[in-house]
């Protein structure tokens, strides 16, 4: 069955790095548009990253984190650099099949879609 299984959240201080994993089972990752979500307590859950033949950041996580794909291990992985308490959240990992259209990695992060695909989620705290 479709699967995604997040790993490698944890506790770190400020200023430090995580890698996050997304391994996907069940279907072949390299033909989807992928991304990283992230939700905070008593927060909406936000994209924070999405990519396909081009990568979307947040503003909050430009410069600093950094989304990429292993397709010969059905993984995606979002790289963590520099880390703020305010990047405290539970990351998500999600895949969405190929839109032809306009802006399909941006709308992957901002909205939405019933039959997308998603993982568990993974706790990032980010505190000294």
């Known amino acids: 069955q479709v699967q995604l299984v997040e790993s490698g959240g944890g506790l770190v201080q400020p200023g430090g790095s995580l890698r996050l994993s997304c391994a996907a089972s069940?279907?072949?990752?390299?033909?989807?548009?992928i991304g990283w979500f992230r939700q905070a307590p008593g927060k909406e859950r936000e994209g924070v990253s999405c990519?396909?033949?081009?990568?979307y950041y947040a503003d909050s996580v430009k410069g600093r984190f950094t989304i990429s794909r292993d397709n010969a291990k059905n993984t995606v992985y979002l790289q963590m650099d520099s880390l703020k308490p305010e990047d405290t959240a539970v990351y998500y990992c999600?895949?969405?099949?190929?839109?032809?259209?306009?802006?399909?990695?941006?709308?992957?992060?901002?909205?939405?879609?019933?039959?997308?695909?998603w993982g568990q989620g993974t706790q990032v705290t980010v505190s000294s």
């Open positions: 990519s396909s033949d081009r990568a």
């Open positions: 999600a895949a969405r099949g190929k839109e032809a259209r306009l802006f399909a990695v941006q709308r992957m992060c901002l909205v939405r879609r019933q039959d997308d695909y």
């Open positions: 069940g279907f072949t990752l390299d033909s989807y548009v």
